[in-house]
């Protein structure tokens, strides 16, 4: 069963694999995304990962939740459904 993380206050140069690469200290990450504007292309800050077992997913959110990234505080937990 797959995890799926939200990862808020990104700065705006990260880039997907860059989020991956974040990740994959602590498990197998199946897919990283940070989200683009659709109208600039722009990144919009926040981006999505997810991992392999909602163990390495757990340790994740409490390893990087709050962590300092490129001079940003990250925002890390567990991503909600969204409501459409």
Same mark, same amino acid.
């Given at each position: 069963?797959?995890?799926?993380?939200?990862?808020?206050?990104?700065?705006? #140069?990260?880039?997907?694999?860059?989020?991956?690469?974040?990740? =994959?200290?602590?498990?197998?990450? =199946?897919?990283?995304?940070?989200? #683009?504007?659709?109208?600039?292309?722009?990144?919009?800050?926040? !981006?999505?990962?997810?991992?392999?077992?909602?163990?390495?997913?757990?340790?994740?959110?409490?390893?990087?939740? !709050?962590? #300092?990234?490129? !001079?940003?505080?990250?925002?890390? #937990?567990?991503?909600?459904?969204?409501?459409?």
């Amino acid at each position: 069963m797959s995890s799926n993380i939200y990862v808020g206050n990104l700065t705006f #140069n990260t880039s997907s694999s860059d989020l991956e690469n974040l990740f =994959t200290e602590f498990g197998e990450v =199946t897919k990283a995304q940070v989200i #683009n504007d659709r109208d600039t292309g722009r990144s919009r800050g926040f !981006g999505f990962v997810e991992m392999a077992s909602s163990e390495e997913a757990a340790a994740a959110i409490g390893a990087l939740n !709050g962590r #300092n990234v490129d !001079g940003r505080d990250l925002t890390v #937990n567990q991503a909600k459904e969204r409501s459409r």
